[in-house]
């Protein structure tokens, strides 16, 4: 009998399944998509906060020690993280009028995700395991006319791109950006921020395919 994968799924709101109906989200189409491909039971552990920053996540991880020990222990990680770092910066700047730029929450947000993505690759690490992976996806763009959007999420993407290059096949990149672009009338839900369910199910083939 094979043995079970374990999986911990670790983000934000798109790690939560928002936008989504209930077993629909992301990280349930991962475990599916898993399951499948690779002949296997998959043990999800999901550890994702509606809302949270990138920050956060890592001050949760710091702290919590189920959360850990599910890192630990499992043979694949997944994150989703930046989005709310983005929709923060800009709301400081056009809305609250804190700033005339969102340069200084992107430097917070790029910093964030470096120290985040080292903390889990040492957590994971732990299992010292050839074939473990973690699996982090980029950012698409449900603004795609908005020039700003473009920009910023750019550089989000570069950030996550550089950030998962440092470990070299250990850290894998799920290209959500490309997978989304042109199809957001298709993606969205009616919030016009999360994935509706085919969205996430589109994530989590980005995911999948990452892995493969």
């Not at 997944?78 to 700033?99: C, F, K, P, S, V």
């Amino acid at each position: 009998m094979t043995k079970p994968i374990k999986y911990a799924a670790v983000g934000d709101s798109l790690t939560f399944g928002t936008g989504a109906p209930e077993n629909k989200g992301f990280a349930s189409v991962v475990q599916q998509l898993w399951s499948e491909r690779l002949g296997a039971d998959i043990i999800r552990r999901t550890y994702a906060v509606v809302g949270a920053t990138t920050g956060e996540t890592l001050e949760r991880l710091l702290t919590n020690a189920e959360m850990r020990k599910a890192i630990a222990e499992a043979d694949i990680v997944t994150l989703t993280a930046g989005g709310n770092d983005l929709i923060r910066a800009a709301m400081r700047m056009y809305i609250q009028g804190e700033t005339r730029s969102m340069k200084p929450g992107m430097r917070v947000f790029a910093n964030a995700y470096r120290d985040l993505l080292s903390e889990l690759a040492a957590v994971h690490r732990t299992m010292e395991r050839e074939d473990a992976r973690i699996v982090v996806a980029d950012c698409y763009n449900p603004f795609p006319q908005v020039r700003d959007a473009v920009l910023w999420i750019s550089f989000v993407n570069r950030c996550i791109h550089r950030c998962a290059a440092a470990y070299g096949g250990r850290v894998l990149v799920a290209r959500a950006y490309d997978a989304f672009l042109g199809r957001e009338t298709d993606l969205f839900a009616d919030d016009g921020v999360h994935p509706n369910e085919a969205g996430h199910r589109v994530l989590g083939e980005c995911v999948a395919d990452a892995l493969a």
